[in-house]
């Protein structure tokens, strides 16, 4: 494995795996001390996750919540972005082994966020949209908008819900936020763009584990939620249906690197 092309220099080498919120505002305020600042990501751009959901949902395009990383860093000759997967950290050697290959360094900072918490159950993962990145959001929106053109030519009123019909497991705050984009698709874009289609037969579910959506977030937050949903016929429920066209996974989150990476050392 051949070792990643930055250049040697004298300076302490401080290596940042992931650049979006964490690993970005760090890398902008250690860019301007005397270090060698390396950056790796799988992206090239930084995203803004809380609105993803407008992406999905056709609301917002891409290019509105992501930025080039390299824009970031334009004037500044002691910072190195590399595009590039970690795959294991080796704490014994003081390097990283990537896709494109090693790297050395004096301190890591592990920035790679969260990921989707399918419990384990890889059917889940396998069957289910998840809503992370923007590659996600864009091939959730692709499949939403690829599904209202095939409900327009389905003449079968059963077989036309499989593409109409969808389950949003999970009530927090992505959950919530995504139920609320589709329902106003639903009443507002729909009509116009697809008017041979009839909004009714929109069934949009979504699953939650209590008896309570927002959990953590203030209580009049909570109830304003049900009270919106209720207008725009979102129904809550507690539990998963068979008959769907797509099921978003927004559950949970858990950590990403270690659950996938061989860790070398570091504590799983
Ligand atoms: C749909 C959605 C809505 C949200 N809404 C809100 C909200 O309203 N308010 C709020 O406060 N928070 C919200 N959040 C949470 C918030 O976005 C996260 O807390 C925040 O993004 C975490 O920042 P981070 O830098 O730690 O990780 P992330 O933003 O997840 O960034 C991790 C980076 O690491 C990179 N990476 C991961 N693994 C590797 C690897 N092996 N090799 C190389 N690079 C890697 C990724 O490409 C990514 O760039 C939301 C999240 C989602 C998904």
Redesign the pocket.
């Known amino acids: 494995m051949a070792v990643v092309n930055i250049p040697e220099t004298d300076l302490p080498r401080i290596v940042i ?7 970005l505002t760090l890398a902008r305020k250690l860019v301007k001390k005397k270090f060698q600042v390396v950056i ?4 090239n751009y930084h ?1 803004f ?2 609105l ?2 407008q992406v999905a949902m056709s609301g917002l395009e891409p290019s509105s919540i992501s930025f080039p990383l390299r824009k970031a860093f334009q004037n500044y000759q002691n910072m190195h972005i590399r595009i ?3 795959k294991e950290i080796q704490p014994d050697q003081k390097r990283i082994i990537t896709d494109i290959g090693y790297c050395h360094y004096d301190k890591l900072v592990i ?4 990921d989707t918490n399918y419990f384990g159950n890889m059917q889940i993962a396998q069957n289910t949209y998840s ?2 990145s923007v590659s996600e959001a864009m091939y959730l929106r692709n499949q939403i908008l690829s599904d209202f053109e095939l409900a327009i030519i389905t003449r079968d009123f059963d077989e036309r819900q499989i593409f109409l019909d969808t389950v949003i497991v999970g009530g927090g ?2 959950g919530v ?1 995504l139920a609320g984009a589709l329902a106003e698709m639903k009443t507002y874009i729909l009509p116009k763009d697809y008017p041979e289609l009839r909004a009714e037969e929109i069934d949009i579910y979504l699953i939650q584990g209590t008896d309570q959506l927002l959990q953590g977030d203030v209580r009049q937050c909570r109830s304003c939620g049900r009270k919106v949903f209720d207008r725009y016929g979102v129904k809550v429920i507690k539990m998963p249906l068979s008959l769907t066209s797509e099921i978003i996974w927004c559950t949970s989150i858990t950590d ?2 270690f659950r996938r ?1 061989k860790s070398s050392g570091l504590p799983e």
């Open positions: 795996v992931g650049a979006c919120f964490a690993g790796f990501d799988k992206n995203q996750q809380p993803l959901y590039a997967e970690v920035a790679t966020g969260a809503i992370k705050p992505t936020e990403r690197l990476v």
